[in-house]
């Protein structure tokens, strides 16, 4: 079978006279169904173009298909669909005015178009020659991007001027001259084999207005002549129904747009209801620093908007512990020279004043986690000075643990610690101003919750929402996120924001709080990141499983159990001015508004300078106003003139049936 991108294609669903369509999977053994714009099509920008708009619009109409990866740059442009989402190929297909038949032998489809008056086929359907009935309406647009998956957010805007519905409009014949660019196919794609001609009807002598006397070889004096010859019947007045027709039709046409107009104004986020989450897809990454929602789940899905919300909020955190270790009792040093370690966990910011909350074990490790860790560092000393073996290190650990203590300089100070906090890509050891310093200001202990409170120097940070009262059971679904690196270097290792869709395996206790446990992390300094709901807000607190060998990152606690400690701290979790607009820029994104979503936006990066999510959203939304080829907010001038419309076409049906129903019998 063949590959297309990143997928291996298993069966055939079909082919038209542009392309073929394949059930496929990923390098992850995901099934998707896979759309492929073959032969001449594949050549012809024309077409290249309406096959991208098409995607783009099924991706952002009420109940279309959004696809999971896609490459329009590619020699044989094509589009994956995850099989929950139904035959993604096939409607897109379908958007293009393109039925799908049964796949051929060979799995190339030559993309031609059938010649009612030639036997054989010409290479591809011009798309401005006069088009013929199709099965699905072909919708209009403007290019979007010429790139395969945006470094930035996929718009994914229906790519006409006024909402297009996702289903196809069966049957209508469709404008010779395709709007924005969009081909239109120029023969009809169904309904027979390609070159049948339509057979003329044979005529009926019933109702025949012919006298039988007049009829040739007929005796008018004839026995069986009749005497008195009946009057021809009266014409019908079948232009007058026709005409009643084609208003009834356009009638139905003028009052659906309205019902399209109207209805895409009350388009609502995608997270909006929602507290489930779908499997996520990866596509590729881009230059946006920090978090890019877009890569790491669906484009345009709820995931993304919930990531997209949450994400500005992440920050990552390096503490130095510095101090000695020496003998509990007599304060006699074990090794001369201060000993110094590094912790390194994620945190997220919960109001602008720059108050985060993290893990204690990350930014104030208990006294016999500190001191284990300050005597690896003087085994490991003594080692280089041989002194000590390998073989040895784990056993004078053992040895000392219970007799000594890591103090300040002095024995009865304690040891120092130095916070730095990064928003976005961070690099370990950096203290200059792209890190912010901070203080603990509340820690709660390891089997109290494992939660501290941070404040760092620094106000005007984007903060996120929490969900205090979110209740989780075994087989839930959550979005993790927090930081990992895959840089063996520690000291400067690149550390950067992941997120992840996990599942809770069972609800434990963790001293006097129930945590929820789960199947997956998303890397080591993950620990004081967050789960979310769909709605973009902060349910738990990632932390390590100490149940497990390696103390994976697979607990979260739940916000709730934070709800004490802040209040101790006299400090209130909520959102600014900028969070507020930039959630209601995402909204108006994520709903296809773009002339509101560039405003809010805009304001939103303006006010908040450290969101680069803000820019890059609004950015898009740019995009998409092009797209659509609007910049302004939606007129009403298209809703006053569809109901003008509609009142001239009522008149006339009046005006059409009065006489036929006043006509004498």
């Given at each position: 079978m063949r590959s297309v991108g990143p997928y291996r294609c298993t069966e055939a669903l079909g082919a038209c006279l542009v392309g073929s369509a394949w059930w496929a999977l990923d390098r992850q053994d995901r099934l998707v169904t896979l759309a492929l714009l073959e032969g001449a099509a594949a050549q012809d920008q024309r077409w290249r173009t309406a096959f991208r708009d098409a995607a783009e619009a099924l991706a952002?109409?009420?109940?279309?298909?959004?696809?999971?990866?896609?490459?329009?740059?590619?020699?044989?442009?094509?589009?994956?669909?995850?099989?929950?989402?139904?035959?993604?190929?096939?409607?897109?297909?379908?958007t293009l005015g393109m039925d799908l038949g049964p796949?051929?032998?060979?799995?190339?489809?030559?993309?031609?178009?059938?010649?009612?008056?030639?036997?054989?086929?010409?290479?591809a359907p011009d798309p401005a020659s006069p088009a013929q009935p199709v099965s699905a309406q072909p919708v209009s647009g403007q290019p979007v991007s010429a790139q395969p998956v945006s470094a930035y957010p996929v718009s994914g805007q229906p790519v006409s001027a006024q909402p297009v519905s996702a289903q196809p409009v069966s049957g209508n014949p469709v404008s010779g001259q395709p709007v924005s660019g969009q081909p239109v196919s120029g023969h009809p794609v169904s309904g027979g084999p390609p070159g049948w001609a339509t057979q003329p009807a044979a005529q009926s002598a019933v109702g025949s207005a012919t006298p039988l006397a007049a009829q040739a070889g007929a005796d008018p004096l004839g026995p069986n002549a009749r005497r008195i010859q009946p009057s021809a019947p009266a014409r019908r007045p079948v232009g007058r129904w026709v005409g009643v027709a084609v208003t009834v039709l356009l009638l139905v046409a003028v009052g659906g747009g309205l019902v399209v107009v109207w209805g895409d104004e009350a388009t609502g986020p995608p997270g909006a209801g929602r507290d489930t989450f779908a499997a996520p897809a990866t596509t590729a990454e881009g230059p946006v620093a920090g978090l890019r929602p877009w890569t790491q789940v669906t484009p345009l899905s709820v995931e993304e908007q919930a990531l997209a919300v949450a994400g500005p909020s992440l920050v990552f955190i390096e503490v130095t512990f510095t101090g000695y270790v020496r003998n509990r009792d007599t304060g006699v040093l074990v090794h001369t020279g201060a000993v110094s370690f590094v912790r390194r966990c994620s945190g997220f910011v919960v109001n602008p004043d720059g108050h985060v909350l993290t893990s204690s074990s990350c930014v104030r490790p208990a006294d016999d986690a500190a001191r284990q860790v300050a005597l690896d560092v003087v085994a490991r000393r003594l080692v280089r000075?041989?002194?000590?073996?390998?073989?040895?290190?784990?056993?004078?650990?053992?040895?000392?643990?219970?007799?000594?203590?890591?103090?300040?300089?002095?024995?009865?100070?304690?040891?120092?610690?130095?916070?730095?906090?990064?928003?976005?890509?961070?690099?370990?050891?950096?203290?200059?101003?792209?890190?912010?310093?901070?203080?603990?200001?509340?820690?709660?202990p390891a089997d109290g919750g494992d939660v501290a409170l941070v404040k760092l120097a620094r106000e005007n940070l984007p903060a996120v929402e929490l969900n205090t009262a979110a209740e989780y059971a075994s087989g839930a679904t959550l979005l993790i996120v927090g930081y990992d690196t895959g840089d063996t270097d520690f000291r400067a290792a690149l550390h950067t924001p992941r997120g992840k869709l996990v599942t809770v395996t069972d609800v434990?206790?963790?001293?006097?709080?129930?945590?929820?446990?789960?199947?997956?992390?998303?890397?080591?300094?993950?620990?004081?990141?967050?789960?979310?709901?769909?709605?973009?807000?902060?349910?738990?607190?990632?932390?390590?499983?100490?149940?497990?060998?390696?103390?994976?990152?697979?607990?979260?606690?739940?916000?709730?159990?934070?709800?004490?400690?802040?209040?101790?701290?006299?400090?209130?979790?909520?959102l600014?001015?900028?969070?507020?607009?930039?959630?209601?820029?995402?909204?108006?994104?994520?709903?296809?508004?773009?002339?509101?979503?560039?405003?809010?936006?805009?304001?939103?990066?303006?006010?908040?300078?450290t969101n680069l999510l803000a820019a890059a959203y609004r950015d898009s939304a740019v995009e998409g106003q092009r797209a659509v080829g609007t910049v302004t907010s939606r007129s009403p001038w298209p809703v006053a003139l569809l109901a003008g419309a509609a009142g001239a076409l009522l008149v006339a049906l009046v005006v059409l049936l009065v006489p036929a129903v006043r006509r004498p019998r």
């Open positions: 952002r109409a009420n109940g279309g298909n959004r696809y999971v990866a896609a490459d329009f740059s590619a020699a044989q442009p094509w589009a994956a669909y995850p099989s929950e989402e139904g035959m993604g190929a096939q409607r897109l297909f379908q796949a051929p032998e060979e799995p190339a489809v030559a993309a031609s178009g059938p010649d009612p008056t030639a036997t054989s086929t010409p290479d000075e041989e002194k000590l073996t390998d073989g040895q290190v784990a056993g004078w650990i053992g040895r000392n643990l219970p007799t000594t203590g890591f103090t300040g300089a002095e024995p009865a100070a304690p040891a120092t610690s130095e916070l730095y906090a990064q928003l976005h890509d961070a690099r370990g050891g950096v203290t200059d101003e792209q890190a912010v310093p901070g203080v603990v200001v509340e820690a709660l434990a206790r963790l001293g006097q709080t129930s945590v929820y446990r789960t199947n997956g992390d998303v890397g080591r300094t993950s620990h004081g990141g967050y789960a979310l709901d769909p709605q973009g807000r902060v349910v738990g607190l990632l932390n390590r499983d100490r149940a497990r060998p390696d103390e994976a990152n697979r607990v979260v606690v739940p916000a709730g159990a934070v709800t004490d400690l802040l209040g101790r701290a006299g400090v209130s979790p909520r600014g001015a900028a969070d507020q607009r930039y959630r209601a820029g995402l909204d108006a994104y994520f709903a296809g508004r773009y002339d509101t979503a560039v405003t809010e936006l805009g304001a939103a990066a303006g006010e908040s300078p």
